[in-house]
């Protein structure tokens, strides 16, 4: 069965570095989102992306954020500059098509900032 | 604004006991609905899913939830759980339209089975 894979699982950084979340979505899918969860809290939305460009993003998703389909496979979220509060786990979903139909979630990526 | 209230923080129930969880929405429109579960460390599994039709709908793992209008809710349930459903369950919607369409999560449940 097909599924949404993401790397790495756990990322730790320093406060102020840049990182990159890396998401592999379902391969015939159009709709790809990225989502965080803070330890203990909801799952929030960041950001959805279609025919290659960003087609909604939060009040989360500032300028330290951008997202990025490099290649046909790929989808990418950086943080050009951590803080201490972006610590969080970062799922990836990627959605076939249709409002009503199942986004598919990856394991997530669980990022610490020190 | 769209939202959706997860009434319950943390719920434990016995093996063999049934399971309600409550989650009430606030939409404009006719919601798509959406329960998830999230086990420890893992991602997040569609359990089941409304948008049309019969209100009550069946999933997996033998949850079913039923939708209803008149209350703005979309409860889970299962008649008799396992060990195995342990875990946090998310009710979601889904917001926006066209290439948008993102979920929009309750605070989630967190359900304990005691043996």
């Known amino acids: 069965e097909p599924e949404v894979t993401q790397t790495p699982s756990h990322q730790v950084t320093q406060m102020g570095q840049e990182v990159i979340l890396r998401c592999v979505p379902i391969s015939n899918h159009l709709y790809f989102y990225w989502y965080r969860q ?10 959805s992306f279609y025919n290659n460009e960003i087609s909604e993003k939060s009040e989360i998703f500032d300028d330290q954020f951008s997202v990025e389909r490099p290649d046909g ?3 990418t979220l950086k943080i050009r500059s951590t803080k201490l509060e972006d610590s969080a786990m970062y799922f990836c979903a990627s959605l076939d098509r249709g409002p009503g139909n199942e986004q598919f979630f990856g394991p997530g990526t669980r990022l610490t900032v020190l | 604004a769209q939202s959706v209230t997860q009434p319950d923080i ?4 016995s093996e063999g006991a049934s399971l ?3 989650c009430n929405y606030s939409y404009g429109a006719t919601p798509y609905l959406f329960w998830y579960v999230q086990s420890p460390g893992q991602g997040l599994q569609l359990l089941l899913k409304y948008f049309s039709g019969d209100t009550l709908v069946q999933g997996i793992k033998g949850f079913e939830a039923e939708f209803k209008r008149s209350q703005s809710s979309f409860n889970l ?10 875990a946090e369950y ?26």
């Open chain 1, 38 to 47: 803070i330890l203990g809290q909801k799952v929030e939305f960041l950001v």
């Open chain 1, 73 to 75: 496979s790929n989808f």
């Open chain 2, 10 to 13: 943390h719920i434990t129930v």
């Open chain 2, 20 to 22: 309600e969880l409550r």
């Open chain 2, 77 to 86: 349930r299962k008649p008799s759980v396992h060990w195995s459903d342990a």
């Open chain 2, 90 to 115: 998310f009710c979601a919607v889904v917001r926006g339209s066209g290439s948008a369409r993102q979920l929009t999560f309750g605070s989630g449940t967190q359900l304990t089975v005691l043996p």
